[in-house]
């Protein structure tokens, strides 16, 4: 999403000060905070978070080590677009295929198998709720392609001609998270910034909208 960067899947929040007279930047587990005055440009900014990413990932990795991984393991416990799939690892099999409240999946390059699944499996539900937020916004008439992403820098993103993308792995994220994604992202149909007109769009369609911005903020990194 526009929030307005992410490094290592973490968004980047920034908070100007009149009184600020240097650019800083902040790590902390699962949150960066960039420190700006009033007057720098988004440019400069970019090109600050640029060249400290190196070093702001590091910081990133080292917290996200404390963080137990979601082990692909049979008979693990995978969240799916709200629902727990239990995993089977299946030795004679090659694709991933779901049953029910299985998901079966090949024992050798696993990962990989199961990020390949996510993006085909989530491309509908995708649609389904970004084109419902554009339609409760009035914002449908904007909307170009609902494509799913893979980008390490963005949770999602919406382009001048109405695309829109969102990452796959917030099909791990609970409903409520992946709604507000979608309908950030729906916004941006009227208002491709992020002035106080985009937000009162937001606040329209989620009032509570804080709650899982706030999440994604904290716990996006697991993801």
């Known amino acids: 999403m526009h929030d307005p960067w992410l490094i290592a899947g973490v968004p980047v929040t920034l908070r100007r000060s009149a009184r600020r007279r240097t650019v800083g930047l902040q790590v902390r587990p699962g949150q960066v905070t960039l420190y700006a005055p009033v007057g720098v440009s988004a440019e400069r900014l ?12 590091g910081h990133l990795r080292r917290y996200a080590a404390q ?3 979601l082990p692909l393991q049979d008979g693990a416990t995978l969240p799916f677009l709200g629902e727990p799939l239990t995993l089977r690892l299946d030795p004679d099999s090659s694709q991933v295929r779901r049953q ?9 390059g696993t990962a990989d198998a199961l990020a390949r699944w996510t993006r085909r499996a989530a491309a509908a539900p995708y649609h389904q709720r970004v084109t419902a937020w554009a339609d409760a ?7 170009g392609r609902v494509l799913v992403s893979d980008t390490r820098t963005r949770w999602g ?3 001048h001609g109405g695309d829109i993308r969102l990452h796959w792995r917030l099909t791990r994220a609970p409903l409520e998270v992946l709604d507000y994604v979608a309908l950030h992202e729906a916004a941006h149909l009227l208002e491709l910034n992020h002035s106080p007109r985009y937000w009162a769009h937001v606040a329209r369609g ?9 999440w994604l903020r904290e716990h996006g990194h697991e993801l």
Do not use: K, N, Q
């Open 46 to 57: 970019g090109e600050f978070l640029a060249e400290r990413r190196g070093w702001a990932e």
């Open 67 to 69: 963080v137990t991984p």
């Open 100 to 108: 029910g409240a299985e998901l079966i999946l090949p024992a050798s």
């Open 137 to 143: 916004l009035g914002a449908r008439h904007r909307l």
């Open 157 to 159: 993103s919406c382009t």
């Open 206 to 214: 989620m009032p509570d909208y804080a709650r899982p911005r706030r």
